[in-house]
């Protein structure tokens, strides 16, 4: 056991919690009547963010993580009855991120003549050796623990020779997930931790040396750090309360939703989405926890499906380890360089269909209604993101990472493993068949009733369902509200409906042909060696294994060079 009367316990973005913190939970555990812990939180505000260029918005001044993130900090230090340290980060712009973050934790424990920091750990490697590096050249125990995903990766040696190889014309993702469930099964999880309110009270606000300390709840203030004073910053706070208590309710809520619907036959096309998504990106809630909740609520039930949702965010995770560069916008797949550009367009059609996307003015209502929901709450459901993101490659032709950013600085569940690696998949350029094609015309796809279009776009609100018209010998169904451009001009008039609000940004199904044609292009200069006898993207992992992946049909090349 540690000597020191006094602790430092550091919070990180992704485990903004007390409960089933193992960091916090032992340096608590470890201290005795006499001592104190210390926590502490370093303010990174996204606008530094490294892993793109700009990610900050110029309308709003920050993102929606940031938002939420000083949210939690304030529920966060009520908690520890206003104890909770907060201290801007100033990372020189010469300096990564990680040596800034190092620096600071070494400068914190030897102004404060402490010698022990308690912290979970992040997924990126190059990261927490860094800061591990440092801590150990400066004399500094770290205590580190890891609870980012269900499965601990850092004890662990993935069996992915195994996973990939025992069916290797599958995505890895559906084995994976498969592993995930039977570690689990075979091995157990580790019990969740309790805190009780009596043991917060061993936190204590030392006299910690921040080198630019900040009043946690003057944080929201600060002009130019977040948002949250802004009419849109405001709203994002109603959205979504950010604290371990609502991070339960939303479990509870959705476990019982998956009650109520036991019975409904709509349950088995329904996706039901938990909205657990912010808890789970900034740490408020563990994934240890929500499974454990899953499992011991709902025993009889199929929960099949929101089980294997969990365990994806273990595979992204994973994959981000066999890919670091993923998250720096680095595709898994290469040879395709000459079309993350998207197609061919002149800078300022690409600015005006990007604007109109961002915009949710496009005049596809299901990718309107998304990108619309997406700036009002900071959320978007899986299947119309899905959708969107698609969209923006295929149907506008532009750059994906130009998504992937926007995407970034909007959702407020924003976790730069999970973005990057679904933007690839979008992108064609990823690991996964997550591939759903131009699905943004398809309402069974998501939207049933039309309710989704109708919520966000309520132009289009008195646009009746479908109609039926004769085209020659046959009867033609047109669906009114997914396809306005296709209706007839006397329902659009009789809609009181003008085309200039519903017209499409361009020609959706030209571009899309532009685009494959550029992919088979690119392809066509490959040798042979680079894709397998089902025409399929050769892709090698790590040092493991080379597999075959998933590769739209319309990619596929007719013939492959020698
Ligand atoms: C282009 C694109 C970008 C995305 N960016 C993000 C992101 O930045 N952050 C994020 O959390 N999710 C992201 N997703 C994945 C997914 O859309 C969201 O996790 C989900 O919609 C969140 O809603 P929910 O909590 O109700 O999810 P549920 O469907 O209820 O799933 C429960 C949890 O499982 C995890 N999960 C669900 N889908 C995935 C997935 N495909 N990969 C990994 N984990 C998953 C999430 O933690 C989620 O909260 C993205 C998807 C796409 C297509």
Known sequence: LSTSTHKLVWFRDHALRIQDNEALHTAITETDENGSIQPFYLWQSSAKDATYPNPVNTQTGGTARDVFTATALKSLNQTFHGNLAVGLLDSSPNEC?????????????????????????SYNDEVENVIAKELEKNGIDARVFSSYTLLDYENRQVPWEKIVLDDPWRSPLIPYVEYVQDTIEEEGLKPVLDIDDCSLKKASCADIALTCPCDVDELNEKVGITPGNTEWGKSIV??????????????????????????????????????????????????KQVYSGIKSVVKERDVGSIVRRI?????????????????????????????????????????KRLDSWKEGRTGFPLVDSGMRELVATGYMPQKVRLACSTFLVEGLGLPWRAGMQHFAEFLVDYDEVINSNMWQNSACVGLDPYYMGMNYKRRQYWDKEGDYVRKWCPELTSLPDSIDIEV??????????????????EILEKCEIELGVTSRICDERQTRSDYFAKVRMERSKWPATKIDDKKRDFVQLGDIARIGMFTPRAIQLKRIRD
Request: glycine fraction near 4%; charged fraction near 30%.
């Open 238 to 287: 109603k959205e979504w309360p950010a604290d371990e208590i609502s991070a339960q309710k939303a479990l509870t809520n959705f476990l019982d939703s998956l009650e109520q619907k036991e019975d409904d036959d709509a349950k088995k096309t329904t996706h039901l989405a938990s909205l657990l998504s912010p808890y789970l990106a900034r740490g408020l809630i563990s994934p």
């Open 311 to 351: 365990c994806w965010r273990d595979y992204a995770y994973a994959v981000a380890k066999l890919f670091p560069n993923v998250v720096k916008g680095e595709p898994i797949r290469d040879g395709y360089d000459a079309v993350h550009d998207g197609v061919d367009l002149e800078e300022e059609e690409q600015q």
């Open 97 to 121: 991120q990680a040596t800034s973050i190092a620096k600071e934790l070494v400068h914190i424990c030897k102004s404060s003549n402490l010698n022990e920091i308690f912290y979970q750990r």
């Open 472 to 489: 020659g010998k046959t009867t033609k169904t047109i669906d009114c509200l997914y396809e306005p451009w296709a209706c007839p001009p």
